[in-house]
């Protein structure tokens, strides 16, 4: 179990962190404005993410903008690296510790959680899948902080200290993900930190310059991968809610977004991955 001086003496250890100087933390404070979102995921405790990938991601967008996406997994597992494959298409950066030693993954994960608050002060929401009370000094360290922490974990796999460490509003199990994205869809048919707004025409047009960008990179022209690239492209872009139609409404998710945009013909769309259309494949 890891505890708070157990938890620093062993991040201090593995070379992971460096503090930022409080300059370049200041810096950082002024000079980013919007709340961010960090995902951090140890697949062998909650290999029921299989298949909810998406919906993960867009559970993140609705609580601000996704900084980091890091799923961890041991490769010496056939079960593991399936699921691995396939986050890995929707853009999740999917990092294999090997090491068969206890916790090995654990503290990899929380180094790399620590080290990515140390930098990004805007990093404001961590959410964290594991229902293992080995995270309970990470989650400490979190907190104090300033930092949002939510808990997905596997039925069955859940510590009930944890949940309380985190509180009830916290803490939701995997296989909830679908209904919860459902619900904030509901909820919060808008972002009121979105200000910028273009139409679906603009938008089409930046999905079809971001895919040409990154087939011309030669990366995987996945849903996550092109929304960072049209966030890059156009300023006015902020996402999937910051896209008007012409009838004034709104999408609930960017996969609703693409949805539409395939119908239309502007795009093909094949296993998570877009294409161009033969003809803008010609042009």
């Not at 209904?179 to 919060?188: E, G, M």
């Not at 013909?265 to 998570?272: E, I, L, P």
Request: proline letters at 2%; aromatic letters at 8%.
């Amino acid at each position: 179990m890891c505890n708070l001086l157990n938890l620093s003496s062993s991040l201090n250890n593995t070379g992971y962190i460096t503090m930022p100087h409080s300059d370049q933390s200041s810096k950082k404070q002024t000079s980013q404005q919007k709340n961010y979102v960090g995902i951090f995921a140890d697949i062998q405790n909650v290999s029921l993410i299989k298949g909810k990938g998406h919906f993960l991601l867009e559970f993140a967008q609705s609580k601000g903008r996704i900084d980091c996406k890091n799923v961890y997994y041991n490769s010496h597992y056939i079960n593991q690296v399936c699921t691995k494959n396939e986050l890995e298409i929707l853009g999740i950066k999917c990092v294999d510790v090997p090491d068969h030693s206890n916790n090995s993954a654990d503290y990899r994960l929380m180094a790399d959680c620590v080290k990515a608050v140390a930098f990004n002060p805007s990093l404001t929401t961590i959410i964290l899948l594991s229902g293992d009370w080995d995270y309970a000094g990470l989650i400490c360290i979190l907190k104090s902080l300033g930092k949002k922490v939510k808990i997905f974990a596997q039925r069955g796999s859940e510590s009930p200290k944890l949940i309380k460490l985190v509180g009830n509003d916290n803490f939701h199990f995997v296989d909830e993900l679908p209904q919860l994205v459902a619900n904030t869809n509901k909820t919060q048919p808008q972002n009121t930190d979105i200000v910028s707004q273009i139409n679906y025409k603009e938008a089409i047009e930046y999905l079809i310059e971001a895919i040409k960008i990154a087939s011309m990179q030669g990366k995987p022209t996945v849903f996550g991968r092109i929304d960072r690239l049209m966030r890059q492209r156009c300023a006015n872009y902020q996402g999937y809610l910051s896209i008007c139609t012409d009838d004034g409404k709104k999408f609930k998710s960017f996969s609703q977004f693409i949805d539409v945009a395939v119908k239309d013909g502007k795009v093909q769309k094949q296993n998570q991955k877009l294409f161009l259309t033969d003809l803008d494949t010609a042009a």
